[in-house]
């Protein structure tokens, strides 16, 4: 796998596919291959992203990424970075990117969902500096395992500018 070549771009109908397979590959209840036709194309409040490695032939997605922004409030509602490009910041930067434009459009406080045992993904939502809030208990239906319920605020962009240009460059 090359290191160069990644491009983060807003979502497109043609992404469903390869995105729909990155979230079979990340999560034990993936969503339906519909509900990323319905962001990309009629979710006025959703604002997906994907970083594409256009070094590989044909181009791959790397991540994904789903924001929902409702008046002041950004729900990180979906992040998978494929298995291949874990563990090189993407996920870091794609998420300060995504917070970053939620910022500019209004957001002053972000929110999500996590599992309980998901501890690699607490430890970076950590690192922007989101906290517990509290759990749903039994809210994953396949193993009635309970949700960790994470917040931030404010949504700072110079935190997030920092966490966005940290390691290699995503154009
Ligand atoms: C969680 C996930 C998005 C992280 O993506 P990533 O690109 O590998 O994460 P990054 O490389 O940007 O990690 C940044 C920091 O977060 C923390 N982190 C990320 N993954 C971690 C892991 N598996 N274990 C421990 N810490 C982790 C570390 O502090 C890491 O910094 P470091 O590598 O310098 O130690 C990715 O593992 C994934 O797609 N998992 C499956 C789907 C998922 O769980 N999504 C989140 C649902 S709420």
């Known amino acids: ?92 930067r794609l998420l300060a990117h995504g917070l970053l434009a939620a910022e500019k459009e209004g957001a002053d406080l972000a929110y999500l969902e996590v599992r309980q045992s998901n501890l690699g993904a607490q430890a970076l939502y950590r690192r922007f500096g989101f906290v517990v809030d509290g759990m749903r208990p039994h809210y994953y239906v396949d193993n009635g395992e309970d949700a960790i319920l994470m917040s931030l605020r404010p949504l700072d962009p110079q935190a997030l500018s920092a966490l966005l240009h940290a390691g290699e460059t995503i154009s």
């Open 1 to 92: 796998m090359s290191t160069g070549g990644l491009i983060l771009r807003p979502m497109t109908l043609a992404d469903v596919g390869p995105v729909y397979a990155l979230d079979r590959l990340s999560f034990s209840l993936p969503w339906p291959e519909r509900s990323y036709r319905y962001e990309v194309q009629e979710n006025r409040n959703s604002r997906p992203w994907v970083v594409e490695d256009s070094s590989e032939s044909p181009a791959r997605i790397a991540a994904m990424l789903v924001i929902w922004l409702v008046l002041d409030e950004a729900h990180v509602a979906t992040l998978a970075v494929h298995p291949d490009y874990r563990r090189r910041g993407l996920g870091q």
